[in-house]
């Protein structure tokens, strides 16, 4: 794994962003924008919600049959004269996709947007050999001037405000002129767009992500709303397809079914604008396209995750809505999760990926509050799965030991109830009595993490427990 | 062991099979060959006028513009309208089509240029193999006829759709395109369009024409 992982850091990286002024005024465009429109275009589609039971029933079919249905596949893509490369991991998808650009001599290559290509960090591999890796997606094309990772799955420079854009264009873009105006996003658009262009038709070689591969006719399958993808793929001589093992799904039915809840679970849109269907090399009949089609098979780690309680987290397609409704994305943005995915899923697969050791943090910083999971579009379980991840921690003997003794302590008290209800009872009577003046307390032994930054409002006197019965009790006289 | 015997072991492991069941073989079989439709929204279930009418409304809904022509020998003089109209110059390139090729091009003083663009087209014209009235999108199909390059490069995108190919849904137009292809192959590139290219990275603020045309222009032929 050659990215390099801040999360073991994760509650550094979170305090530095909680102090981050432009990221705390850039983070809230993503409390504004997405949930609105999510629920907007979920609202005027009654189907939608049938649609996302489909989507998981077709993404469970497939995994359980995923051997077969990545043969099918394969056979497909040569029958239509692409080739298709396998790779175990990082450093193998990187040297197949190396020797594939020297074979053709490449010196630039322009990409699509493509989360894969930042989990083996194939840009600085491509550099480190001499050639030029051009991110073209606005987003990810600001991000590759910065030296920055995404901060979002689908909208990567979104802790960014557009005077930080606008310093970086001027900073790179020397050959324009000093004095243009810059202040309007539109101005940041049409010159990157100008700029962009022509290292759109001098790029030997294209590489793209997938959203979906499709078993039926070999066809691989990305959605962009610029375009990007697009003249990526069919301006150069030589397309690269980067997809890992769970993109599959059987055939263009199936496929469609999960666009429609893709794009509106994403940016709310009905349909991304572009939906792109690749099959093989240009044909004779064709005009333009490129001569030679690649696709690159990534695993990862990813075959050990089936048959376990994390084969549902196979079942993501990379729409983003966990992370824009997530309370602690909101707060923190998507840096300070240290790794390639941010956000609940990133909580859930990157300890997967990089190891529980490294990304325990991650699953950890939940309040499980459930949206994530009441939104994704395929009903991956996320608060359970970190709940796993916690397990899995505690397993393993990772927790920290004060986290440890507080667990057994409580542990303790919670196997024998007889002795919980008195020494709760006693405590919450204890802090009634010692709050009873102020009502709240800006000190409490052993609670220094929460009072430090907050009071402890104090106790009513009463345990739930106590209310409980009295209310059971009331209501039923 | 390759690489691809590797991975193929591994998922065969964690999913506790051998690849060799014959059920499993038989399920994998049935479901390409006979490619199940799934839920399909009752929005785009309509026909005739009201499909028609429902696929223009989609199609500005995505921020694209829309007309509508009696006949094919009416698009040029409604191309040359739209140019005019947008105060763009006379000038139009397009692929091989027989469709548009055919349609009287010499009742304008349009400047029309021939085969796949280079970058520095500012209109191009396309013809779409369908569309899709569910959500407003245009299909549209690589080959010498209508280039992929023109769906992306120009400026100014204009595509011309019968109203016989306007589907209810993409399941019909996936039906179509295994009739003409044959079942399990496909064109080199299917473009699904779904309204002007757009970007939404700067601030989440909504700004067309990132890399793809800034304006999208879909004329209907009734006939």
Known sequence: ?477 | MSSRDDIFGNIRRSLGVKGTETIRRQMVEDRLERSPRGVIPKRGQVSGEERIALFKTMVETSLATVTEVASAAEVPQSIALFLRNHNLPATLRMGDDPRLKTMPWSDTTLDIAHGPSEGRDLSAVSHAFGGIAESGTLAMVSSADNPSTLNFLPDNHIVVVSAKDIASDYESVWNRVRFAYGKGSMPRTVNWITGPSRSGDIEQTLLLGAHGPRRLHVVVVRE
Not at chain 1, 32 to 38: A, C, L, N
Not at chain 1, 417 to 433: H, K, S, V
């Open chain 1, 1 to 477: 794994m050659t990215v390099h992982s801040t999360s073991p850091q994760f509650k550094q990286n979170a305090a530095r962003a909680l102090n981050d002024d432009q990221l705390q005024k850039a983070l809230g465009n993503v409390k504004q924008g997405f949930i609105d429109k999510r629920q907007m275009a979920a609202d005027k589609l009654p189907e939608f919600e049938a649609l996302r039971d489909s989507a998981r029933d077709i993404k469970n079919h497939t995994l359980e049959h995923l051997d077969l249905y990545l043969e099918a596949y394969e056979e497909k893509v040569k029958a239509s004269g692409g080739h298709v490369h396998f790779a175990r991991d990082a450093a193998e998808a990187r040297d197949i996709i190396l020797s594939i650009c020297r074979e053709t001599g490449a010196k630039t290559v322009t990409k699509g947007k493509s989360m894969i290509s930042e989990e083996i960090g194939i840009n600085h591999h491509l550099e480190a050999n001499g050639i030029t890796p051009v991110e073209t997606d606005l987003g990810e094309y600001i991000i590759q001037l910065r030296g920055e990772l995404p901060s979002h799955i689908i909208a990567p420079a979104v802790h960014l405000n557009a005077t930080q854009v606008e310093e970086d264009f001027r900073r790179v873009h020397t050959h324009l002129d000093a004095k243009r105006d810059l202040s309007e996003p539109v101005q940041l658009l049409t010159e990157a767009r100008a700029v962009l262009r022509e290292r759109f038709l001098a790029a030997d070689v294209g590489i793209t992500g997938a959203n979906f591969l499709v078993a039926e006719t070999g066809t691989s399958i990305i959605v962009t709303n610029e375009g990007n993808g697009d003249l990526t793929q069919i301006l150069p001589k030589t397309h690269i397809v980067l997809a890992s093992i769970e993109k599959l799904v059987p055939t263009l039915e199936d496929v469609s079914q999960l666009l429609r809840v893709l794009a509106r679970s994403a940016t709310g849109q009905e349909l991304s604008v572009y939906t792109t269907f690749s099959t093989g090399p240009r044909r004779s009949t064709d005009a333009d396209g490129p001569e030679n089609y690649h696709v690159v098979i990534l695993d990862n780690g990813r075959s050990s995750m089936l048959g376990t309680a994390f084969e549902e987290m196979l079942r993501c397609i990379r729409c983003g809505a966990c992370m824009n409704h997530c309370p602690v994305y909101h707060a923190v943005g998507g840096h300070a999760y240290g790794w390639v995915y941010p956000g609940p899923m990133g909580a859930v697969l990157t300890p997967s990926l990089i190891g529980v050791d490294k990304a325990g943090h991650l699953p950890n910083a939940s309040t499980f509050c459930g949206r994530c999971e009441s939104v994704c579009p395929v009903r991956i379980p996320l608060p359970k799965l970190m709940r796993h991840w916690r397990e899995r921690e505690f397993e393993r003997h990772l927790t920290p030991a004060t986290v440890r003794s507080g667990l057994q302590l409580w542990g303790f008290f919670a196997k024998r109830p007889a002795l919980y209800r008195f020494a709760t009872r006693a405590a919450m009577g204890a802090l009634a009595l010692a709050g009873r003046q102020r009502g709240r307390f800006a000190w409490l032994p052993m609670a220094k993490g929460w009072t430090k930054y907050r009071d402890f409002p104090a106790p009513q006197g009463e345990t739930f427990q106590q209310r409980w019965t009295r209310e059971r009790k009331g209501a039923r006289a």
